[in-house]
């Protein structure tokens, strides 16, 4: 990636290979779905608090599959050459494969090249691809592979740790157990002293 014009680009939004297209979103279908769903259920649609649910639980879902707008400026580096660590980074996204939610937190650590992005957009980064119906292992692909492409760095690290619903409140029932995934690029893969000065930050930090 070269700065062609003066010291600053926009990066491309974190929107690729998205499950769910919010253009699309039909919330009065959703609406009419959600309530077919309570009466598949043997609900009493008549009580009076399940008056308001359809239209809530769509809403619900539109909010939490709708990214925000999304925009990034990068800068031109001017001589930093460690790791860019932001950690416990907060996120919630909804398992593909039960709709339930899992939440939890993100390390993203990346080796500037030539150009570094506001740590702060690492945050928002995160909470674009959070928000869509995801695999917990696809999502921490997703976060490396578009800091690789976007800021062309010397190396890229993203760590996610969460709780997934689907796992706490059904199935083996197993509460505060934890789904831990890494993505490594570039220097952090191919470099062990790297590599592990990253996972030491996560570790230590925690």
Known sequence: MKFEDGDRRTAAPP?????????KFDL??????????????????????????????????????????????????????????????????????????????????????????????LARVVEAFARDLQLQERMTMQIADWLEEELSPRGVGVVLSAEHMCMTIRGVRKPGSRTVTSAVRGMLRKDARTREEFFSLVERCG
């Open 28 to 121: 009065a279908a959703a609406e009419r779905a959600a309530h077919e769903l309570l009466r598949a259920m043997g609900a009493d649609l008549d009580h009076p608090g399940l008056l308001e649910t359809p239209r809530r639980v769509a809403a619900s879902f539109a909010e939490l599959l709708t990214p925000a707008e999304f925009g990034a400026t990068l800068f031109r580096n001017e001589g930093y050459d460690e790791l860019v660590l932001v950690r416990d980074i907060a996120f919630q996204s909804l398992c593909m494969h039960h709709l339930l939610p899992f939440h939890g937190v993100a390390h993203v650590a990346y080796l500037p090249g030539e150009c570094i992005i506001g740590i702060s957009k």
């Open 15 to 23: 929107t690729p290979a998205r499950i769910v297209d919010a253009s």
